[in-house]
C-alpha cells in the first residue's frame, strides 16, 4: 500500500472533531496533517501543499475565510467547508469565498470521505472543457510555427502575426501538402457558430500572404485550391507536391 495519498489539510481547531477526522482520513489512504489556528494552516500550505482542504470557519485566532482568500491569492487548490448548519448564509460564504463543497457538522464519515472522493476527482479530471490540448511545433521548410508560445519564424525571422493569422497559418501549416477546406478553416479559426461571410476568411489569407511575401498568382505558401479551400505548399512552391 502506497504511503503518500492525497494529501490532505484539515483546518480545524476541535480536537474532538480533526483527530478521528485524521484517523479517518489516513485510513482511507490519504495522507492527513492536521491545523488547529489561522496561522499553522498557512504556515502548514506553504510547507506543504496538500491536494484538498478540509476548512473550519471558526478558528481561535481568526476566520476560516480568511485562510481560503489567502490560500486563493496563489492556488486554486479543492477546499470543502466544514460548516455548523449548512445555511443560506454558509453557502453563500462558500460560494463567496471559492470553496468547492461543504459539509455540515456532524457529519458521518461516510459522507465527509464520498465528498473527498467526488471534489477530489472533478479537479483531477482532464479538462475536457478546455478544448483541445496545445498542439506540438510545426515545421515545414524554413517555417517554425510554435503553438504553445504563438510564435512563427521563417528562416528564424519572427513573423509579427495576429492572433487569426497566426491560427490560419497553424491550421494550413499542420496540414501542409493537403487541401484544408474553407469550411474548416472557418470552424478551427473562427468558430462553429460564426455566421459571417467567408470574405473574412480571405481577407486574412490575404493579409497573411502579404507577411509571408507570398504571391496569390505564384503561391510559395499558401496556394488556392478553387472552390474547395487553401494548401500550405510546403515552402517549395509546388502545387503538385
Ligand atoms: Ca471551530
Given at each position: ?29 490519504f ?27 471558526n ?7 480568511d485562510?481560503?482568500r ?16 449548512g445555511?443560506?448564509?454558509d ?13 455540515v ?29 496545445v ?107
Amino acid at each position: 500500500m502506497s504511503l503518500s495519498g492525497p494529501r490532505i489539510l484539515v483546518v480545524e481547531d476541535e480536537r474532538a472533531i480533526s483527530e478521528p477526522l485524521a484517523k479517518l482520513l489516513a485510513r482511507e489512504g490519504f495522507e492527513a496533517t492536521v491545523a488547529g489556528t489561522v496561522a499553522d494552516a498557512l504556515a502548514e500550505f506553504a510547507a506543504h501543499p496538500p491536494e484538498l482542504i478540509l476548512l473550519d470557519l471558526n478558528l481561535p485566532d481568526g476566520d476560516g475565510r480568511d485562510v481560503a482568500r489567502e490560500i486563493r491569492h496563489s492556488s486554486g487548490v479543492p477546499i470543502i467547508m466544514l460548516t455548523a448548519r449548512g445555511t443560506e448564509t454558509d453557502r453563500i460564504v462558500g460560494l463567496e469565498i471559492g470553496a468547492d463543497d461543504y459539509v455540515v457538522k456532524p457529519f458521518s464519515s461516510a459522507e465527509v470521505i464520498a465528498r473527498i472522493r467526488a471534489v477530489l476527482r472533478r479537479s483531477e479530471a482532464p479538462s475536457a472543457d478546455q478544448g483541445e490540448p496545445v498542439g506540438e511545433t510545426v515545421v515545414v521548410g524554413e517555417m517554425r510555427i510554435d503553438p504553445a508560445t504563438h510564435r512563427a519564424f521563417l528562416s528564424d525571422n519572427e513573423l509579427d502575426l495576429s492572433l487569426k493569422e497566426f491560427d490560419l497559418l497553424y491550421e494550413l501549416a499542420r496540414n501542409a501538402g493537403n487541401v484544408v477546406s474553407r469550411d474548416e478553416l472557418m470552424t478551427r479559426v473562427w468558430d462553429e457558430n460564426w455566421f459571417g461571410s467567408t470574405k473574412t476568411l480571405d481577407v486574412h489569407i490575404g493579409w497573411l500572404r502579404r507577411k509571408l511575401a507570398d504571391d496569390a498568382n505564384k503561391p510559395y505558401w499558401i496556394e488556392t485550391v478553387r472552390g474547395v479551400g487553401f494548401r500550405f505548399a510546403g515552402g517549395d512552391g509546388s502545387a503538385d507536391s
